[in-house]
């Protein structure tokens, strides 16, 4: 019997491994300069992804997680204030507006882009809602003029979860820079991976990449009133880790354009399995981009039992996202969580991530999809 190669969900650092003498040489440097935390290394990163994504200022954390809830707290959103989420992300989304003493109130997202429903956003704004923070999932952006045009209506701050969004434009505007500010994550499996943790604020605004800046390193300020000094954390981006985006940064758009290239062989082999497996497509949207192929999401009924068998060919997969943030026991009982969430609670139970990287083979993609065909055989 042939034996087939496993495929991982994630590379680890096969993509790196490409660059690895020129990844080598940049820590070399950095090791003999002294210099490992925010050094000239994170300063060029900054000043690339800020040419790249066209914003006046991008500035490195230790991670997207911390860079959102710097991003909230440099913009002095906290107690009293409501922030509209959407109820189908990543924690980190809901979890950066509760660390900044404000309140999530989650909403319902569209059923294709998994993005905010702008209805539902309309539906909850109320004397205490204070911003929206937008969300970017898997391989487009949300529906983000008509978010813009509702936060303008009733005088909201726009924010961005772009944490999966590098390389997505609507218009020619990047992700991120819809609104005040956004923020993009470097966590390894990420479109633009590190090595490790590193995230960024993303933000045309000076005043607040300035506040982000301080508050990144411990910075207490007393700018923001007498007696309100604003305490800051320690989330620096490590010469390493810069060194290894840096060099992952020159051949980002080939990354892209490969990404794309698996995801329409995936659709290809796929879409002959509707309605019982339904691929990815492009909600219609105000204004629209290109997708940028972070993450191949799937449906399907039996998903659990698709993951199981996949994992049992050595096939790896991951859930995006097992329960609606609503259902996560630290916020489903907070008043913002009460409205029903039908299309997060579907997609939780429904939706699956393929492998996706751009150093996947086209025979890897055709085993996968062999193994989801067989798996389906008879079931349609
Ligand atoms: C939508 C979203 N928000 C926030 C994050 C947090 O990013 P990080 O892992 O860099 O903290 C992620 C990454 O997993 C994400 O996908």
Redesign the pocket.
Known sequence: MASHPSVPFFSGAASVRRQWSEVSELIRQTASDGTFVSGRLVAELEEKVAQYTGARNAVACN??????ALMLQAAGVGAGDEVIVPAY?????ASCVVHVGAEPVFVDVDPQSYAMDPAAVRSVIGPRTRAILA???FHQTADIAVLREIADEHGLELFE?S??AIGMRVGDRHAGLWGRAG?L???P??TLGALG???MVLTDDDALAERVTRLRTLGHLAEQGPGSLAVGTESVCDEIQAAVLLTRLAVLDQDIQRRAELAAHYTRRLEALAPTVTTPVMAPAKETGDPVWYVYLIETDRRDELVEYLAAHQVGTEVYYPRPLTEQPCFRDLAGARHPVPVAAAAARRAVGLPLYADLTDEQVERVCDLIHTFHEGTR
């Not at 991670?63 to 959102?68: F, G, H, K, R, S």
């Not at 992300?89 to 989304?93: E, K, L, M, V």
């Open positions: 991670n997207a997680t911390d860079a959102l992300s990543f924690f980190a989304t969300v970017h999932l979860d944490a999966e923020v994550s470097f966590f499996t990420k943790d590193a995230g």
